[in-house]
Nanobody
Framework: VQLVESGGGLVQAGGSLRLSCAAS????????MGWYRQAPGKQRELVAVITSGGGSPNYADSVKGRFTIFRDNAKNTMYLQMNSLKPEDTAVYYCNAQSRLRPGYNYWGQGTQVTVSS
């Protein structure tokens, strides 16, 4: 399974961005998917996660009400709609997919930079 993120960029505070994560390979082997982010000097943290069927999304408290995660399994793509962006959202955002066949194994994308200016 390969994951490729896109959609990052520079945006002013209060603006919006939509990230995409396109999966290829044996996509039927993917279970839940999620978005993580890592700011400079900080640990990688979970932003949002969604089940294989696209339901039951969960969000970090810091993004609740502003970010929406969803997936289109027909297109093998997951999205993160980010609204009301804040400077503290600045980070590299990574796509993650959990393996259905190998419990505990995770696939990662290469990351996409999101920079929010004040």
């Amino acid at each position: 399974v390969q994951l490729v993120e896109s959609g990052g960029g520079l945006v002013q505070a209060g603006g919006s961005l939509r990230l995409s994560c396109a999966a290829s390979g044996i996509t039927s082997s993917i279970n839940a998917m999620g978005w993580y982010r890592q700011a400079p000097g900080k640990q990688r943290e979970l932003v949002a996660v969604i089940t294989s069927g696209g339901g039951s999304p969960n969000y970090a408290d810091s993004v609740k009400g502003r970010f929406t995660i969803f997936r289109d399994n027909a297109k093998n793509t997951m999205y993160l709609q980010m609204n009301s962006l804040k400077p503290e959202d600045t980070a590299v955002y990574y796509c993650n997919a959990q393996s259905r066949l190998r419990p505990g194994y995770n696939y990662w994308g290469q990351g996409t930079q999101v920079t929010v200016s004040s």
